[in-house]
């Protein structure tokens, strides 16, 4: 299921939408956050301990998904996410979209892929890394 650069792109750009805590904050918050330059990797980092754990990830890495899907149909489109076309393509695979299970399962190996070090957290460095790969 994995292809190519797309679940590292989806995952940071995700994460450019996700704030930490908990979920009614959270849609209250995130759109205003994801044209701002909030600092995603802080809003990630719940304990403040400098790292993204899997563990902080696995607890917010849904919410991605529903506060990008405007719609509410349990599938991404293009024009519900802030990637690039060509990763969001790349993402979606053949029939352009990404439904839920598609998201979770390309955003758990997007870890794995921006986990450079494989010490199963993110740093800034290799945050900030895989960031500048997709976003425009």
Do not use: C
């Amino acid at each position: 299921m994995f292809r190519s650069a797309g679940p590292v792109a989806v995952w940071i750009a995700a994460a450019a939408a996700l704030g930490g805590a908990g979920a009614a904050a959270l849609s209250a918050e995130m759109p205003d956050r994801t044209g701002q330059g909030a600092d995603v990797f802080d809003l990630f980092d719940e304990n403040h301990d400098g790292r993204i754990s899997n563990a902080e990830f696995q607890n917010n890495k849904i919410l991605v998904f529903y506060v990008w899907d405007r719609n509410r149909d349990l599938v991404l489109t293009p024009d519900e996410t802030p990637l690039r076309p060509e990763v969001f393509a790349r993402a979606a695979g053949p029939d352009g979209r990404i439904d839920s299970l598609e998201f979770i399962t390309v955003i758990d190996e997007a870890f794995l892929l921006a986990d450079a070090n494989r010490d199963s957290t993110l740093d800034r460095q290799e945050f900030a890394a895989i960031r500048q790969r997709i976003r425009p």
